[in-house]
């Protein structure tokens, strides 16, 4: 089993800073990808950064200059720094982690629960 918790989330006034975190914990022997994604009620799930286990990063242009992803391999923890927070930000943001478990033969994919950020003065 492995399991993936968010935390960091909460209210932040325009402007501000927030920092996420995403630990994965388990029967791991390897994360791949790891990436963070946002929803909004009613929309669908958008990308919004991805980072490989080499280090390699992605961002979805709405975030790009803001926003900085990273990890910690050592710890199976992804990290989301979010700068100059705008109101259009709020959303719950997900953690994803593409994960090879123990006893597993493939990669599979896990999520956490989410956490909330609310971007409002």
């Known amino acids: 089993q492995v399991q993936v918790v968010e935390s960091g989330g909460g209210l932040v006034q325009p402007g501000g800073s927030l920092r996420l975190s995403c630990a994965a914990s388990?029967?791991?022997?390897?994360?791949?990808?790891m990436g963070w994604y946002r929803q909004v009620p009613g929309n669908e799930r958008e990308l919004v950064a991805t980072v490989t286990r080499s280090g390699r990063t992605n961002y979805a242009d709405s975030v790009m200059g803001r926003f900085t992803i990273s990890r910690d391999n050592a710890e199976n923890t992804v990290y989301l720094q979010m700068n100059n927070l705008k109101p259009e930000d709020t959303a719950v943001y997900y953690c994803?982690?593409?994960?090879?478990?123990?006893?597993?033969?493939?990669?599979?994919?896990?999520w956490g629960r989410g956490t909330q950020v609310n971007v409002s003065s």
């Open positions: 388990g029967s791991i022997l390897s994360i791949y990808t």
């Open positions: 994803k982690c593409n994960v090879l478990a123990g006893g597993s033969t493939s990669i599979d994919v896990y």
